[in-house]
């Protein structure tokens, strides 16, 4: 019996790899702007978070901007199927599932500390 090159084994493989992409396009897309806070839930209950100076912003390039009552963040990011990752700049990557994500709205599912949150954004 004729033995297969091992190359010719795993070379579907490999190309079956290739051809599946982490990334949503369509995600890619849509995150692009500017996003205000909307509602943010801990445990499925309203929060004390200051829900009116939440602001994101997405650029084309990868590079975010994140404000909070005052303070802001700059960084990269990336998104891999429903996940958003983050980096801001000097400091490790940050992951939040992208619940939801339309032309008007943004729905974030985090765990902070082993704690239920849902982050609702609105685009600007």
């Given amino acids: 019996m004729n033995r297969l090159n091992p190359l010719l084994k795993v070379l579907p493989f490999f190309l079956l790899l290739c051809s599946c992409s982490s990334s949503n396009p369509e995600y890619n897309k849509l995150i692009i702007g500017n996003w205000s806070g ?3 839930l801990i445990d499925g209950k309203e929060s004390n978070r200051d829900i009116q100076n939440t ?3 997405f650029d084309e390039k990868g590079t975010y901007t994140f404000e909070y ?9 990336k998104i ?9 700049a ?5 992951m939040v599932k992208i619940q939801k994500l339309t032309m008007d709205s943004l729905l974030f599912d985090m765990n902070r500390a082993g704690q239920a949150e849902l982050l609702t954004l609105r685009r600007k």
């Fill in 38 to 40: 909307a509602e943010w």
């Fill in 55 to 57: 602001h994101f912003s």
């Fill in 69 to 77: 009552s005052g303070t802001k963040e700059e960084g990269s990011y």
């Fill in 80 to 88: 891999e199927n429903d996940m958003l990752f983050t980096t801001p």
């Fill in 90 to 94: 000097g400091k490790q990557e940050i």
